[in-house]
Protein backbone atom coordinates (compact mmCIF):
# COMPACT_ATOMS: atom_id res chain seq x y z
CA UNK A 1 0.00 0.00 0.00
CA UNK A 2 0.75 3.70 -0.76
CA UNK A 3 0.24 6.30 2.17
CA UNK A 4 0.62 9.73 1.32
CA UNK A 5 1.20 11.68 4.71
CA UNK A 6 1.14 15.61 4.44
CA UNK A 7 2.26 17.76 6.97
CA UNK A 8 4.69 14.67 7.80
CA UNK A 9 7.13 17.20 8.44
CA UNK A 10 5.67 18.62 12.05
CA UNK A 11 4.76 17.64 15.37
CA UNK A 12 2.16 14.61 15.20
CA UNK A 13 2.74 14.20 11.28
CA UNK A 14 6.77 13.48 12.04
CA UNK A 15 5.83 11.25 14.53
CA UNK A 16 3.05 9.23 12.24
CA UNK A 17 5.30 8.17 10.07
CA UNK A 18 8.19 7.18 12.42
CA UNK A 19 5.06 4.92 14.09
CA UNK A 20 4.06 3.78 10.37
CA UNK A 21 7.36 3.29 9.26
CA UNK A 22 8.44 0.72 12.47
CA UNK A 23 4.18 -1.15 12.31
CA UNK A 24 3.77 -1.23 8.49
CA UNK A 25 7.08 -2.33 6.71
CA UNK A 26 5.90 -2.98 3.47
CA UNK A 27 3.88 0.37 2.89
CA UNK A 28 5.50 2.98 0.87
CA UNK A 29 5.44 6.24 2.66
CA UNK A 30 5.08 9.68 0.98
CA UNK A 31 5.26 13.01 2.79
CA UNK A 32 4.56 16.65 1.35
CA UNK A 33 5.20 19.26 3.14
CA UNK A 34 5.86 22.80 2.61
CA UNK A 35 8.10 23.06 5.90
CA UNK A 36 6.56 26.22 7.51
CA UNK A 37 8.40 27.48 10.82
CA UNK A 38 6.68 24.47 12.32
CA UNK A 39 8.21 21.71 9.41
CA UNK A 40 11.35 20.28 10.02
CA UNK A 41 13.24 17.79 8.27
CA UNK A 42 15.39 16.93 11.26
CA UNK A 43 12.35 15.74 12.55
CA UNK A 44 13.08 12.35 10.26
CA UNK A 45 16.31 12.35 10.36
CA UNK A 46 16.04 8.25 11.21
CA UNK A 47 13.52 7.47 8.52
CA UNK A 48 14.47 9.38 5.24
CA UNK A 49 17.26 7.05 3.91
CA UNK A 50 14.94 4.21 3.98
CA UNK A 51 14.08 2.53 0.47
CA UNK A 52 9.86 3.02 1.21
CA UNK A 53 10.25 6.97 2.55
CA UNK A 54 10.17 9.90 0.05
CA UNK A 55 9.72 13.57 0.56
CA UNK A 56 8.19 15.80 -1.79
CA UNK A 57 7.77 19.67 -0.92
CA UNK A 58 4.66 20.90 -2.08
CA UNK A 59 2.04 23.49 -0.59
CA UNK A 60 -1.24 22.25 -0.33
CA UNK A 61 -2.97 25.85 -0.70
CA UNK A 62 -1.70 25.29 -4.84
CA UNK A 63 -4.08 23.71 -6.31
CA UNK A 64 -1.84 22.71 -9.37
CA UNK A 65 1.20 21.58 -7.19
CA UNK A 66 -1.63 19.10 -4.68
CA UNK A 67 -3.05 17.60 -8.38
CA UNK A 68 0.09 16.89 -9.80
CA UNK A 69 1.49 14.77 -6.70
CA UNK A 70 -1.81 12.97 -6.33
CA UNK A 71 -1.81 12.47 -10.17
CA UNK A 72 1.80 11.03 -10.54
CA UNK A 73 1.91 9.67 -6.69
CA UNK A 74 -1.75 7.62 -6.77
CA UNK A 75 -1.78 6.81 -2.82
CA UNK A 76 -3.85 4.32 -2.14
CA UNK A 77 -5.04 6.53 0.91
CA UNK A 78 -4.46 10.10 2.09
CA UNK A 79 -3.73 10.97 5.55
CA UNK A 80 -3.61 14.51 6.18
CA UNK A 81 -2.50 16.04 9.05
CA UNK A 82 -1.18 19.78 7.03
CA UNK A 83 -2.34 22.64 9.29
CA UNK A 84 -1.56 26.33 10.74
CA UNK A 85 -1.86 24.23 14.47
CA UNK A 86 -0.98 27.28 16.90
CA UNK A 87 -3.82 28.83 18.38
CA UNK A 88 -2.12 32.19 19.35
CA UNK A 89 -1.00 32.35 15.61
CA UNK A 90 -4.13 32.43 14.33
CA UNK A 91 -5.00 36.22 16.78
CA UNK A 92 -2.13 37.31 15.99
CA UNK A 93 -2.39 36.79 11.68
CA UNK A 94 -5.50 34.39 10.89
CA UNK A 95 -5.12 34.96 7.61
CA UNK A 96 -2.66 31.71 6.51
CA UNK A 97 -5.01 29.48 8.72
CA UNK A 98 -7.99 29.87 6.27
CA UNK A 99 -5.46 29.58 3.24
CA UNK A 100 -3.62 26.51 4.72
CA UNK A 101 -6.34 24.33 6.63
CA UNK A 102 -9.44 25.39 4.42
CA UNK A 103 -8.55 26.28 1.04
CA UNK A 104 -5.32 23.35 1.28
CA UNK A 105 -7.81 20.93 2.76
CA UNK A 106 -10.25 21.61 0.04
CA UNK A 107 -7.42 21.09 -2.43
CA UNK A 108 -6.86 17.63 -0.92
CA UNK A 109 -10.43 16.60 -1.79
CA UNK A 110 -10.92 17.82 -4.59
CA UNK A 111 -7.30 15.98 -6.00
CA UNK A 112 -8.50 12.61 -3.97
CA UNK A 113 -11.98 12.78 -5.80
CA UNK A 114 -10.47 13.21 -8.88
CA UNK A 115 -8.30 10.39 -9.05
CA UNK A 116 -10.40 7.93 -8.11
CA UNK A 117 -12.44 8.42 -4.74
CA UNK A 118 -8.59 8.10 -2.29
CA UNK A 119 -9.57 6.75 0.80
CA UNK A 120 -8.98 10.35 2.69
CA UNK A 121 -8.32 10.51 6.43
CA UNK A 122 -8.61 14.01 7.96
CA UNK A 123 -6.50 14.77 10.82
CA UNK A 124 -8.91 17.21 13.53
CA UNK A 125 -9.24 18.89 16.65
CA UNK A 126 -11.31 18.86 20.05
CA UNK A 127 -11.12 22.71 19.31
CA UNK A 128 -13.99 22.40 17.05
CA UNK A 129 -16.68 21.57 19.48
CA UNK A 130 -15.79 25.30 21.70
CA UNK A 131 -15.19 25.57 24.89
CA UNK A 132 -16.65 23.66 28.03
CA UNK A 133 -17.97 24.66 31.84
CA UNK A 134 -16.34 22.54 34.59
CA UNK A 135 -19.34 20.52 34.89
CA UNK A 136 -20.21 19.99 31.38
CA UNK A 137 -20.31 16.36 29.76
CA UNK A 138 -17.39 15.77 27.71
CA UNK A 139 -16.90 16.17 23.75
CA UNK A 140 -18.45 13.39 21.69
CA UNK A 141 -19.64 12.70 17.92
CA UNK A 142 -22.74 14.18 18.14
CA UNK A 143 -21.84 17.33 20.24
CA UNK A 144 -22.45 20.28 17.82
CA UNK A 145 -19.52 22.73 16.36
CA UNK A 146 -19.04 26.00 18.56
CA UNK A 147 -15.51 26.76 17.20
CA UNK A 148 -14.52 30.20 18.72
CA UNK A 149 -10.43 31.15 17.30
CA UNK A 150 -10.29 31.70 14.14
CA UNK A 151 -7.58 28.56 14.37
CA UNK A 152 -10.56 25.86 15.40
CA UNK A 153 -12.97 28.03 12.89
CA UNK A 154 -10.40 27.09 10.08
CA UNK A 155 -10.72 23.39 11.30
CA UNK A 156 -14.29 22.97 11.56
CA UNK A 157 -14.67 24.42 8.21
CA UNK A 158 -12.36 21.89 6.63
CA UNK A 159 -14.22 18.93 9.01
CA UNK A 160 -17.73 19.73 7.11
CA UNK A 161 -15.64 20.38 3.69
CA UNK A 162 -14.44 16.82 4.38
CA UNK A 163 -18.17 15.23 5.14
CA UNK A 164 -19.44 16.89 2.44
CA UNK A 165 -16.99 15.47 -0.34
CA UNK A 166 -18.88 11.77 1.65
CA UNK A 167 -22.09 13.30 0.94
CA UNK A 168 -22.16 14.81 -1.62
CA UNK A 169 -19.20 12.76 -3.95
CA UNK A 170 -18.97 9.32 -1.57
CA UNK A 171 -15.34 10.29 -1.15
CA UNK A 172 -14.63 6.92 1.43
CA UNK A 173 -13.44 9.89 3.92
CA UNK A 174 -13.09 9.53 7.94
CA UNK A 175 -12.31 12.26 10.76
CA UNK A 176 -10.80 11.98 14.10
CA UNK A 177 -11.20 15.10 16.67
CA UNK A 178 -8.21 14.74 19.03
CA UNK A 179 -7.44 16.73 22.32
CA UNK A 180 -3.68 17.93 22.93
CA UNK A 181 -1.12 15.61 22.26
CA UNK A 182 2.11 15.72 23.84
CA UNK A 183 5.63 13.87 23.09
CA UNK A 184 8.83 13.97 20.66
CA UNK A 185 9.26 17.03 18.23
CA UNK A 186 6.41 18.85 19.54
CA UNK A 187 7.07 23.17 18.63
CA UNK A 188 8.45 25.08 21.79
CA UNK A 189 5.63 27.47 21.36
CA UNK A 190 3.10 24.82 22.61
CA UNK A 191 2.92 24.96 26.84
CA UNK A 192 4.75 21.79 27.40
CA UNK A 193 8.24 21.61 25.44
CA UNK A 194 8.07 26.37 25.33
CA UNK A 195 7.82 25.78 29.97
CA UNK A 196 10.43 22.82 29.47
CA UNK A 197 12.75 24.33 27.11
CA UNK A 198 12.51 27.77 29.27
CA UNK A 199 13.41 26.31 32.38
CA UNK A 200 16.48 24.44 30.65
CA UNK A 201 17.60 27.98 29.47
CA UNK A 202 16.57 29.62 32.89
CA UNK A 203 13.36 31.78 32.07
CA UNK A 204 10.39 32.54 33.12
CA UNK A 205 7.81 30.11 32.13
CA UNK A 206 4.68 32.27 30.69
CA UNK A 207 1.15 31.11 32.65
CA UNK A 208 -2.04 32.53 30.48
CA UNK A 209 -4.77 33.95 32.85
CA UNK A 210 -4.94 32.69 36.16
CA UNK A 211 -3.72 28.96 35.13
CA UNK A 212 -6.84 27.23 35.76
CA UNK A 213 -7.77 26.49 32.07
CA UNK A 214 -8.35 22.92 31.32
CA UNK A 215 -7.12 20.39 28.79
CA UNK A 216 -7.41 16.71 28.14
CA UNK A 217 -3.40 15.10 27.44
CA UNK A 218 -2.36 12.38 24.92
CA UNK A 219 0.67 10.86 24.51
CA UNK A 220 1.26 11.62 20.70
CA UNK A 221 2.00 7.74 19.65
CA UNK A 222 -1.57 6.94 21.13
CA UNK A 223 -3.07 9.69 19.05
CA UNK A 224 -1.22 7.34 16.21
CA UNK A 225 -2.32 4.24 16.34
CA UNK A 226 -5.70 5.50 16.64
CA UNK A 227 -5.66 6.76 13.60
CA UNK A 228 -4.06 3.53 11.78
CA UNK A 229 -6.80 2.00 14.25
CA UNK A 230 -9.75 4.05 12.31
CA UNK A 231 -7.61 3.52 8.91
CA UNK A 232 -7.64 -0.06 9.22
CA UNK A 233 -11.28 -0.71 11.34
CA UNK A 234 -13.01 2.49 11.05
CA UNK A 235 -16.31 3.14 9.29
CA UNK A 236 -16.13 5.41 5.97
CA UNK A 237 -18.04 8.90 6.47
CA UNK A 238 -17.70 8.49 10.52
CA UNK A 239 -15.79 10.60 12.82
CA UNK A 240 -13.86 9.44 15.76
CA UNK A 241 -12.91 11.29 18.81
CA UNK A 242 -10.09 10.32 20.66
CA UNK A 243 -8.82 11.71 24.05
CA UNK A 244 -6.47 10.98 26.62
CA UNK A 245 -9.34 10.58 29.69
CA UNK A 246 -6.31 13.30 31.24
CA UNK A 247 -8.32 16.43 32.27
CA UNK A 248 -5.59 19.04 33.67
CA UNK A 249 -5.45 22.50 34.64
CA UNK A 250 -2.27 24.60 32.76
CA UNK A 251 -1.31 24.97 37.13
CA UNK A 252 -1.18 21.59 37.22
CA UNK A 253 0.99 20.85 34.27
CA UNK A 254 3.10 23.61 35.15
CA UNK A 255 3.55 22.60 38.95
CA UNK A 256 4.49 19.07 37.72
CA UNK A 257 7.36 20.16 35.21
CA UNK A 258 8.24 22.49 38.14
CA UNK A 259 8.62 19.39 40.21
CA UNK A 260 10.48 16.51 37.44
CA UNK A 261 12.87 19.67 36.87
CA UNK A 262 13.36 20.10 40.34
CA UNK A 263 12.77 24.28 39.85
CA UNK A 264 10.64 26.38 42.33
CA UNK A 265 7.29 28.09 41.32
CA UNK A 266 9.31 31.62 41.23
CA UNK A 267 10.03 30.12 37.64
CA UNK A 268 6.17 31.26 36.93
CA UNK A 269 5.45 34.66 35.47
CA UNK A 270 1.34 35.22 35.65
CA UNK A 271 0.92 36.90 31.87
CA UNK A 272 -2.23 38.23 30.25
CA UNK A 273 -4.93 35.66 29.24
CA UNK A 274 -4.89 34.59 25.80
CA UNK A 275 -7.77 36.48 23.62
CA UNK A 276 -11.29 34.27 23.61
CA UNK A 277 -9.16 31.56 25.76
CA UNK A 278 -11.33 28.32 25.71
CA UNK A 279 -11.95 27.21 29.47
CA UNK A 280 -12.02 23.96 29.53
CA UNK A 281 -11.44 20.59 26.91
CA UNK A 282 -12.47 16.92 27.42
CA UNK A 283 -13.05 14.17 25.31
CA UNK A 284 -15.52 11.04 25.43
CA UNK A 285 -14.24 8.66 23.46
CA UNK A 286 -16.21 5.39 24.09
CA UNK A 287 -17.02 5.24 20.36
CA UNK A 288 -13.54 4.26 19.46
CA UNK A 289 -13.21 2.06 22.07
CA UNK A 290 -16.26 0.19 21.34
CA UNK A 291 -16.18 0.15 18.41
CA UNK A 292 -12.33 -0.09 17.58
CA UNK A 293 -10.96 -1.26 20.83
CA UNK A 294 -8.57 1.47 21.18
CA UNK A 295 -7.51 3.39 24.31
CA UNK A 296 -4.55 5.15 26.04
CA UNK A 297 -1.73 3.20 26.55
CA UNK A 298 0.91 5.94 28.27
CA UNK A 299 0.13 6.62 31.11
CA UNK A 300 0.29 10.74 32.35
CA UNK A 301 2.93 10.50 34.59
CA UNK A 302 5.26 8.12 32.53
CA UNK A 303 4.29 10.56 29.73
CA UNK A 304 5.52 13.75 31.63
CA UNK A 305 8.68 12.02 32.55
CA UNK A 306 9.33 11.15 29.14
CA UNK A 307 8.78 14.37 27.16
CA UNK A 308 10.73 16.26 29.97
CA UNK A 309 13.57 13.43 29.14
CA UNK A 310 13.42 13.81 25.74
CA UNK A 311 14.11 17.76 25.60
CA UNK A 312 17.01 18.01 28.10
CA UNK A 313 18.45 14.72 26.27
CA UNK A 314 17.33 16.55 22.59
CA UNK A 315 18.48 20.39 22.83
CA UNK A 316 20.29 20.82 19.55
CA UNK A 317 16.79 20.01 18.14
CA UNK A 318 15.26 22.53 19.92
CA UNK A 319 17.65 24.90 20.50
CA UNK A 320 17.92 25.23 16.27
CA UNK A 321 14.25 25.93 16.27
CA UNK A 322 14.20 28.16 18.96
CA UNK A 323 16.52 30.49 17.35
CA UNK A 324 15.81 30.73 14.22
CA UNK A 325 12.54 32.33 12.86
CA UNK A 326 10.63 31.58 16.13
CA UNK A 327 12.95 34.10 17.99
CA UNK A 328 10.22 37.26 16.50
CA UNK A 329 7.04 34.99 17.06
CA UNK A 330 8.47 34.67 20.69
CA UNK A 331 8.88 38.48 20.62
CA UNK A 332 5.79 39.29 19.25
CA UNK A 333 3.24 37.05 21.49
CA UNK A 334 4.79 37.67 24.59
CA UNK A 335 6.03 41.62 23.89
CA UNK A 336 2.47 43.11 24.76
CA UNK A 337 1.17 40.49 27.71
CA UNK A 338 1.68 42.51 30.70
P1 LIG B 1 2.45 21.31 13.39
O1 LIG B 1 2.18 22.78 13.33
O2 LIG B 1 3.52 20.81 14.30
O3 LIG B 1 2.77 20.76 11.92
C1 LIG B 1 2.05 21.15 10.80
C2 LIG B 1 2.80 20.69 9.56
O4 LIG B 1 2.03 21.07 8.41
C3 LIG B 1 4.19 21.32 9.41
O5 LIG B 1 5.12 20.34 9.03
C4 LIG B 1 3.99 22.34 8.30
O6 LIG B 1 5.16 22.59 7.53
C5 LIG B 1 2.91 21.66 7.45
N1 LIG B 1 2.16 22.65 6.68
C6 LIG B 1 1.60 23.81 7.11
N2 LIG B 1 1.06 24.48 6.08
C7 LIG B 1 1.24 23.72 4.97
C8 LIG B 1 0.90 23.88 3.60
N3 LIG B 1 0.25 24.97 3.17
N4 LIG B 1 1.23 22.90 2.74
C9 LIG B 1 1.89 21.79 3.16
N5 LIG B 1 2.27 21.60 4.44
C10 LIG B 1 1.94 22.56 5.33
O7 LIG B 1 1.05 20.67 13.75
P2 LIG B 1 0.73 19.40 14.68
O8 LIG B 1 0.63 19.86 16.08
O9 LIG B 1 1.61 18.28 14.31
O10 LIG B 1 -0.77 19.09 14.19
C11 LIG B 1 -1.00 18.27 13.04
C12 LIG B 1 -2.48 18.18 12.78
O11 LIG B 1 -3.14 17.62 13.92
C13 LIG B 1 -3.16 19.52 12.53
O12 LIG B 1 -4.12 19.36 11.53
C14 LIG B 1 -3.82 19.87 13.85
O13 LIG B 1 -4.96 20.67 13.66
C15 LIG B 1 -4.18 18.49 14.36
N6 LIG B 1 -4.23 18.33 15.83
C16 LIG B 1 -3.18 18.73 16.61
C17 LIG B 1 -3.21 18.51 17.99
C18 LIG B 1 -2.06 18.90 18.87
O14 LIG B 1 -2.18 18.76 20.09
N7 LIG B 1 -0.95 19.36 18.35
C19 LIG B 1 -4.34 17.89 18.55
C20 LIG B 1 -5.40 17.51 17.73
C21 LIG B 1 -5.32 17.72 16.36
O1 LIG C 1 -6.94 20.53 21.86
C1 LIG C 1 -6.17 20.23 20.74
C2 LIG C 1 -5.33 21.43 20.38
O2 LIG C 1 -4.28 21.49 21.33
C3 LIG C 1 -4.76 21.35 18.96
O3 LIG C 1 -5.81 21.40 18.04
C4 LIG C 1 -3.80 22.52 18.70
O4 LIG C 1 -3.20 22.37 17.42
C5 LIG C 1 -2.72 22.49 19.77
O5 LIG C 1 -1.86 23.60 19.58
C6 LIG C 1 -3.34 22.53 21.16
O6 LIG C 1 -3.99 23.82 21.38
P1 LIG C 1 -3.92 24.57 22.80
O7 LIG C 1 -4.23 25.97 22.58
O8 LIG C 1 -4.67 23.82 23.83
O9 LIG C 1 -2.33 24.33 23.12
P2 LIG C 1 -1.22 25.34 23.71
O10 LIG C 1 -0.02 24.50 24.01
O11 LIG C 1 -1.04 26.54 22.86
O12 LIG C 1 -1.86 25.81 25.08
C7 LIG C 1 -2.24 24.87 26.07
C8 LIG C 1 -2.83 25.66 27.23
O13 LIG C 1 -1.76 26.40 27.87
C9 LIG C 1 -3.84 26.72 26.82
O14 LIG C 1 -4.85 26.79 27.81
C10 LIG C 1 -3.05 28.02 26.79
C11 LIG C 1 -1.99 27.80 27.87
N1 LIG C 1 -0.68 28.45 27.64
C12 LIG C 1 -0.08 28.25 26.43
C13 LIG C 1 1.14 28.82 26.14
C14 LIG C 1 1.82 28.63 24.80
C15 LIG C 1 -0.07 29.18 28.64
O15 LIG C 1 -0.60 29.34 29.75
N2 LIG C 1 1.15 29.75 28.37
C16 LIG C 1 1.79 29.61 27.15
O16 LIG C 1 2.89 30.18 26.97
Not at 97 to 124: C, P, Y
Not at 145 to 165: G, W
Not at 182 to 208: A, C, Q, S
Request: proline share 4%; with cysteine.
Amino acid sequence: MKILITGGAGFIGSNFIHYWAKNHLEDEIVNVDVLTYAGNLENLKDVESLKNYKFIKIDIAQKDEVEKVISSEKPDVIVSFAAESHVDRSILGPEEFVRTNVLGTFNLLEAARQNGNIRFHHVSTDEVFGSLGPNDDPFNEATPYDPRSPYSASKASSDHLVRSYFHTFNLPITISNCSNNYGPYMFPEKLMPLFITNLIEDKKIPLYGDGMNVRDWLWVEDHCRAIDLILQKGKIGETYCVGGATEKTNKEITYKILELMKKGEESIEFVADRKGHDKRYAIDFSKIKNELSWEPQVDFSDGMKMIVDWYQKNQVWWKAVKSGVYADYYKKNYENRN
